[in-house]
């Protein structure tokens, strides 16, 4: 593990500081508070399922630096979960259910 | 009404908190992983200022492997940009001029943002809000924790913490989004671009790319 120069540090948080900002504000200010077309409207509505799905399967099967897919003991999590929401339980069970299962699975394969 | 007056901001609140202990963790691993990379102070200032916890993650692993400031730029902004999707989404749903909708795309983090979709693109802003508030103290003091007492909790990834978030997105998709037709095409569609693309892209690129499912919405009902 390097230490990185104070110069690249600092740069480095300014800038995403003030991209991270701008990106968040984009979407509210550039398209908020006004109605917007039909056909533009039926876009947006569908932006929510198709980000929290990806959401779910790349925070499942990836590392987050990226790189190949990969199936561990997440998996054995979120799908307990899965059983759990599709018997028709509710979001905080499922939820700590997978992180229990998760780290169970850890313990006992010694990952 | 002020947002904050409004009752689902004091629902998104509580069902903000327990995710601020697991944002809590995560920060602590934070400061960790980022302090002897970049000395005591900025791994703090960082959480303070991005309280992004991927790109802070990403950045920081950069600039431990010896990449220089753009690159760690470049990775980070990569991470962030589903900010931009995340907030087309939520836009229609927000009231005021520009500068409250600007303050109101600030409190966006992944959980809450998607806490706060009530489905069929509608979303509840002052519960969004709401269920950020937790998390911001939760992450920042977790860096200096981190910073300062090191190793306490050991690997979060120990406690299964990796896992509790995509269940949520999960739960929160078959609870509110799943409705059939175009939602839930939108859904396999996005989760098959995301992983489709996760082998040949940099981490963050997926994610962005998935939202071009929504573009079936553009077709003929």
Known sequence: MNVASADAVWITIGVLAVATALIRASGPVLLGGRELPARAAGVIALVAPALLAALVVVQTLSEPEGGELVVDERVLGVGAAGV??????????????????TALARAVLGA | MSLTAHPSFREGFRAGLPYAVAGFLLGISFGVLAEPVMGPVAPIVMSALLFAGSAQFAATAVLAGGGGAVAAIVAGILLNLRYGPMGVALAPSLRGGPARRAAIGQAMIDFSWAAASRGQGRFDPALMVGATLPSYPGWVIGAVVGVLAGDLIGDPDALGLDALFPAFFLALLVE????????????????????????????????????????IGLGRR
């Open chain 2, 176 to 215: 509110g989004e799943l409705r059939p037709g175009r939602p839930a095409l939108a859904a396999v569609l996005g989760a098959l671009i995301a992983l489709a693309l996760v082998p040949f892209t940099p981490a963050g690129v997926p994610i962005i790319a998935a939202s071009a499912a929504a573009l």
């Open chain 1, 84 to 101: 759990v929401l599709w018997r028709g339980g509710t979001l905080l069970p499922a939820v700590a259910l997978a992180a229990a299962v």
